[in-house]
């Protein structure tokens, strides 16, 4: 730290994004990347749109709003893109917590929620998970705080109904409850529906998994027009041009071709099934997972020891060292080929320890 640093964020301590090794060639299932390539369509697009970099970004993303509104069935004013979903969390804490509403989430979930807390000196708060790693929905209700609940949670991978999440809503009228859906389109039920009847809701959605657009960095939010003009008031005093050109282009590229995205999310919940089930064969134990990935422990062999020997042969998979979670394992689920090395790989390992 210089000098200079503002003392207000001595104690703040950055995200840790997963490891995104250059030195060799890993089969990475470490942060819930497609494993499919980017539709052609955006691909095109953000091509053509790097033609035109002389000019700024359109800050209003006209033509990706009344696409996304086509695709999802909302009113222009129902929406918000942000930099990745992160940066809409962000605004979302920026604009939705202070001293009276504190901010409130599972004590295991996405863990730059208490890094945006911390970076914008807010207050906030825990709530244990269930033994099982369940939501304890109760616990939420009247709260009086600014909820965030990731669904699927992660790393977890386990989703509330949405039926859940509404009473969460209807109980905590004078706060806004945010649901970060990053994983949603791999087998969980949105809450998209809700934000028509619930002012208080604001759902966060990414390009980033099921839309294989990880690096191109677009995330929207959708709510109520009022929750709408809030998070564009914080997005144009920081930045209005959050969105490039090729991105937006890209984004407009890849609503094109749902049957595309469609189709990869199959192949994500058919490998998953696969996977869990041949692990479930090697003795892992795993929650219910309807993300993108899996969250395994085994009962004779250590998650960190998991991790590191499937390191050395060339897998990648995420470890976490919170004490209730460091024997699991986060999988990301890739192609089946992706799945067979891992399972061959796991199989060596545990060869060599049982
Ligand atoms: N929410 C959750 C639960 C996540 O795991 C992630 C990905 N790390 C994000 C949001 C943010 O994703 P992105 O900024 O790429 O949209």
């Known amino acids: 730290?210089?000098?200079?640093?503002?003392?207000?964020?001595?104690?703040?301590?950055?995200?840790?994004?997963?490891?995104?090794?250059?030195?060799?060639?890993?089969?990475?299932?470490?942060?819930?990347?497609?494993?499919f390539p980017t539709s052609q369509k955006a691909v095109r697009a953000a091509a053509?749109?790097?033609e035109r970099l002389r000019l700024y970004s359109d800050?209003?993303?006209?033509?990706?709003?009344?696409?996304?509104?086509?695709?999802?069935?909302?009113?222009?004013?129902?929406?918000?893109?942000?930099?990745g979903s992160d940066e809409i969390l962000n605004f979302a804490f920026m604009a939705y917590c202070d001293a009276e509403h504190p901010a409130a989430f599972p004590n295991i979930?996405?863990?730059?929620y208490p890094v945006f807390a911390a970076v914008n000196l807010l207050p906030y708060e825990e709530l244990p998970l269930r033994e099982d790693f369940t939501i304890?929905?109760?616990?939420?209700?009247?709260?009086?705080?600014?909820v965030f609940l990731a669904n699927p949670n992660a790393p977890t991978g386990i989703?509330?109904?949405?039926?859940?999440?509404?009473?969460?809503?209807?109980?905590?009228?004078?706060?806004?409850?945010?649901?970060?859906?990053?994983?949603?389109?791999?087998g969980a039920e949105s809450c998209l529906p809700l934000t028509r009847k619930y002012e208080n809701l604001l759902v966060a959605q990414t390009f980033s998994k099921s839309r294989s657009m990880a690096g191109a960095r677009l995330g929207f939010g959708v709510g109520n027009p009022a929750l709408i003009r809030d998070l564009n008031t914080i997005r144009y005093s920081t930045n209005p041009y959050n969105i490039n050109s090729m991105t937006l282009a890209a984004g407009v590229g890849v609503l094109s071709d749902e049957e595309y995205t469609r189709k990869n999310c199959l192949a994500i919940r058919e490998n998953r099934a696969f996977a869990a089930e041949e692990l479930k064969k090697l003795g892992f134990t795993m929650t219910d997972s309807l993300a993108n990935f899996l969250f395994a422990r085994h009962p004779a062999v250590s998650g960190e020891t998991i991790y590191r020997e499937l390191k050395?042969?060339?897998?990648?998979?995420?470890?976490?060292?919170?004490p209730e979670i460091c024997e699991y394992n986060r999988i990301t689920v890739g192609t089946r080929e992706q799945m067979q090395i891992l399972l061959d790989k796991v199989k060596e390992v545990l060869e060599e320890h049982l």
């Open 1 to 35: 730290m210089s000098r200079f640093f503002s003392q207000k964020y001595s104690a703040l301590e950055p995200y840790t994004p997963g490891e995104q090794p250059r030195d060799m060639k890993y089969v990475k299932l470490n942060t819930n990347e497609s494993p």
């Open 48 to 50: 053509e749109a790097a």
């Open 59 to 83: 800050p209003e993303c006209t033509l990706l709003t009344e696409k996304l509104c086509e695709v999802y069935g909302l009113a222009r004013d129902e929406v918000v893109f942000t930099n």
């Open 109 to 112: 979930t996405y863990g730059f």
């Open 136 to 146: 304890d929905t109760e616990a939420y209700l009247g709260i009086h705080k600014t």
């Open 159 to 186: 989703a509330l109904r949405p039926e859940e999440i509404a009473r969460i809503a209807e109980s905590n009228p004078d706060n806004v409850v945010v649901v970060d859906e990053a994983y949603v389109d791999f």
């Open 312 to 322: 050395a042969k060339g897998v990648l998979v995420r470890h976490f060292t919170k």
